[in-house]
Nanobody, 126 residues
């Protein structure tokens, strides 16, 4: 059974930093793509960053230059380092996984990902 367990969310002030983690289990992460998505009550779920099984990464325009996605090759743990946080970054952040490559230059697309974590709340205050 594929499971994704996120952690690391919290409340920070504008300009602050957070690092999210996602621990995968139940699949061979080395041949899967993994990604981070964000959702708020006002918006549909949107892609933030993705890392392909070959190590290539992509970001939504709003995340470029501020966020960094990475993966621990030893255990597959996915990270999202978020710097320079803004109030508009507030939302529930979800880790997701999909078998194969789903590279998209402007960040991951929800329709391509089949497995989801429960989410972790990020709140950025001004």
């Amino acid at each position: 059974e594929v499971q994704l367990m996120e952690s690391g969310g919290g409340s920070v002030q504008s300009g602050g930093s957070l690092r999210l983690s996602c621990v995968p289990s139940g699949f061979i992460y080395s041949s899967w793509s993994m990604a981070w998505f964000r959702q708020t009550p006002e918006k549909e779920r949107e892609g933030v960053a993705c890392i392909d099984y070959d190590g290539s990464s992509s970001y939504a325009p709003s995340a470029k230059c501020r966020f960094t996605i990475s993966q621990d090759n030893a255990n597959g743990t996915l990270y999202l380092q978020m710097n320079g946080l803004k109030p508009e970054d507030t939302g529930i952040y979800y880790c997701a996984a999909a078998r194969g490559s789903y590279y998209n230059e402007n960040g991951p697309l929800p329709k391509n990902f089949h497995y989801w974590g429960q989410g972790t709340q990020v709140t950025v205050s001004s």
